[in-house]
C-alpha cells in the first residue's frame, strides 16, 4: 500500500492457466497450507493525505511535488517519509498510519507481540530481512514506517488469503476486484475508471478479506476469462471479521493448492465451504444424536424423511453491507433454485451473515438441500468437506 508504482494496491502473483476452464465455468480450489515466512510484520489504521493520490490512493499514487502519477520511488532511512520520488526525491505516502504497531512472529508462527519503539525500529531498519518478501517483489515493506502506538499486545496467527481468485474480465485493480471497493471505480478519475454495468459484468470477487479462506478451505470461483488466470495475494497473519482497522498483518509466505474445473457454474460469485470451525453454530452439520431427534420428531408428525443437508457459504458483495447482504442472497436463490425469501428463512434459523470486510463483503452461510448442491455440481465438495 506505501508503494505508489503498484496500479493495484497490493502485490498479487502472476494468474495460472487452468487447462479446461473456460468463461461461465468455475474452479475448485482446495487450499492445502499457507506458511507464513515473515518475522515481523507491522500495519494500523491510516489516513490518505491530501494531494497524493488521483482520487484513489489504492489505485492511483501521485507525487505531489512533480506531479507524477504512479511514481518509481526508493527508501531512505526510516519512518513514514522515508518513501522518495525517484524523479524529485520528495516523500511520497499514500497512506498514513493514524494508529499502528509493529509486530513480531515466534518460530513456530504460532503466536506475535507487538513491539515498543526501539524494536521496532530495529527491525525498520532491517525490514528486507524481517518482512521475507519474495525475489520479485517490488513493494516497499512496511516494516519501514515502524509504527509502535500499541506494544506488549499479544495475538493469534491464524494464516489466511485475503486474495484469491481468477482473473476479471476487464482490467482492474486487483484491490478492486470485488464490489465494495469496486465500487471506487464508477466514474472514477484514474485510467481505470469504470461504469457500475462494467463491474457487476467483469469482476470476479477475488478480493474478500474473508478469514475463512484458509487452510482445510474449498473455495468455488467463477471463470470470467479462457483459462480462469487463478491468482493469490494479500497474505494475512490473522484477522477478525470485517478488518475494521482498514488492514491488518500482511505477510510474505508459500501457498500449496489443489485446483480442479466445475462445468458450467450457474452464478458469477464465489462460493466457500469453510472448516467446520469457522462455520455460525446454526450451520454446521447436525450430529447423529441430533438427527436421531430430528427422525423421531418426524415419526411423531407425519413427516415422510428429513433433508439431507450441507453447510455452504455464498459470498455477496456491493458498495455497503445492505446491498452485498441482498447480492449474497440473490446469489444464493440463483445457485440453489429458491427464491429469496427462503434464502433468508434457511439463513436465519440454519446459519447466519457473516461480514468478510467492510464496507461490503459477506458470507451467506447456512445449511443448503445437497440435492441442490449437486444439481449444481457442488455436493461433492460438500460431503468431501464435512464427512458426510
Known sequence: MITPSLRGGHEVTQPVAVAGAEPGDAVAIRIRDITVTSIA????????????????????ARCP??????????????????????????????????????VTFDETRAVGLTLPQPAAEKIAQAADHYSALPDESRQHSILVYAPSDMPGALVRMRPFLGQLGTCPSKAMPDSHNAGDFGAFLVGAPHAYAITAEELAQHKTDGHMDIDAVRPGAILICPVKVPGAGLYMGDMHAGQGDGEIAGHTMDVAGSVTLQVEVVKDYPIDGPVLFPLVEDLP??????????KAKGARLAAQWGVDRLEEVAPVSVIGTAANLNDAIANGLERAATLLGMSVPEVRNRATITGAIEIGRAP????????????????VGLGGYAREQYGL
Open 281 to 290: 453454530p446454526l450451520a454446521r452439520p447436525f450430529t447423529a444424536e441430533e
Open 360 to 375: 461490503g463483503v459477506i458470507q451467506v452461510t447456512f445449511l443448503a438441500p445437497l440435492d441442490r448442491l449437486d444439481a
Open 65 to 102: 511535488t512533480c506531479d507524477t502519477v504512479w511514481p518509481e520511488t526508493h527508501v531512505e532511512g526510516i519512518g513514514q517519509d522515508a518513501v522518495k520520488c525517484d524523479t524529485c526525491g520528495n516523500p511520497v505516502t499514500p497512506f498514513r498510519i493514524v494508529h499502528g504497531y509493529t
Open 41 to 60: 510484520t507491522a500495519s494500523g489504521h491510516d489516513s490518505s493525505p491530501e494531494g497524493f493520490c488521483l482520487g484513489d490512493p489504492y489505485v492511483a
